[in-house]
């Protein structure tokens, strides 16, 4: 069986934020493929909305046997079993209690309308590059 290397960063923003995001690596371990690095949590203010409510952020690392597409699915189902209802459409953010985004895929590049890898705006997000900085050192 061949084995992937895949980045992805996580958010939260309602409820138990850090407990969030310590279930959802969890799941990620499960259901995409063992994480082998795991940033800090990071407190971090809204990107591209206005709320009253700080993001809690972090990176993990894991080696999957998952394609691209098959990541993209488990990390949806991970976020709609954690309560996530919808994503953002249109550009148009909005407080969430998990968001999972996958960063980099081994040294490949997908361009799809509903997949891209790596993440076409990581490189504007200090709440994703500092975490995933971390682990990749």
């Known amino acids: 069986m061949e084995y992937h290397t895949v980045y992805l960063g996580l958010g939260s923003n309602l409820g138990d934020r850090r407990a969030t995001l310590s279930r959802a690596v969890q799941m990620i371990d499960k259901l995409v493929g063992a994480v082998v690095r795991r940033s800090a949590f990071y407190e971090t203010e809204p990107w591209g909305f206005d709320s009253c409510h700080a993001f809690v952020n972090a990176a993990v690392c894991c080696r999957t046997a998952l394609t691209p597409r098959g990541v993209l699915l488990e990390t949806q189902a991970i976020e ?16 969430r209690t998990v968001d999972i985004d996958i960063l980099l895929y081994d040294d490949i590049s997908v361009d799809e309308p509903d997949l891209k890898i790596p993440h076409p705006l990581m490189r504007q997000r200090d709440f994703v590059m500092v975490p995933l900085g971390e682990i990749m050192g």
């Not at 709609?80 to 407080?95: F, I, N, P, Q, V």
Request: charged letters at 30%; zero cysteines; hydrophobic letters at 20%.
């Open 80 to 95: 709609r079993a954690l309560g996530r209802t919808h994503k953002s459409e249109g550009g148009h953010y909005a407080d």
